[in-house]
């Protein structure tokens, strides 16, 4: 079975003196991946971001074998000053995790273990309120033109609960006669 999926492309080939290029990488962890069609997509799509910025900033670095942290860390810090969301370089980031452990996984002779990298830690966010009137004409539009969610609207900003606790709601956490709403962990 193993040596059947290795001449297919999809695993180690014995003897390989080369680790697979970086699309290469990329293509073959993404195809081994359990994932949907539509996130494969996505992945590639990040991916493609990172392998423009590699011909861009490290053209010598052809193979999985040639990469080094420092590039990773590079691309990070690429992506920070192009003024990008902390979760957007989460994601960029990922298909280059996910393609450098499948490539050490298939040739550790030939990749070394990817290292623990880090970004740097988000930024504080404050939090927007809406205040009473502004919750008022939410209440009123989401009553008209989103029923479904108008609930659920009125437990998060009438009784302040955050959005799983008022979706995850049962009939049991209401108590109409001392007009309570109990929250608490269902798992």
Request: with cysteine.
């Amino acid at each position: 079975h193993l040596t059947r999926r290795a001449y297919q492309g999809k695993g180690y080939l014995a003897g390989q003196s080369k680790a697979p290029s970086l699309e290469e990488g990329i293509l073959q962890a993404v195809r081994l991946s359990g994932a949907r069609h539509y996130v494969k997509e996505a992945i590639l799509q990040r991916a493609n971001q990172f392998l423009a910025f590699m011909v861009e900033q490290f053209p010598t670095a052809k193979t999985w074998g040639d990469v080094r942290p420092g590039m990773i860390e590079a691309y990070f810090r690429h992506c920070e000053s192009a003024g990008l969301a902390y979760d957007t370089i989460r994601l960029r980031v990922a298909p280059v995790k996910m393609a450098w452990g499948r490539m050490h996984q298939d040739w550790p002779e030939l990749v070394k273990p990817l290292p623990r990298l880090r970004l740097a830690s988000p930024p504080r966010r404050e939090i927007d309120c809406l205040n009473a009137a502004e919750m008022a004409v939410l209440l009123v539009w989401l009553k008209v033109h989103a029923p479904d969610l108008w609930s659920i609207a009125c437990l998060q900003g009438l009784a302040g609960l955050r959005m799983l606790e008022a979706a995850a709601l049962r009939v049991q956490d209401v108590d109409l006669e001392s007009r309570t709403v109990s929250v608490t962990d269902t798992g």
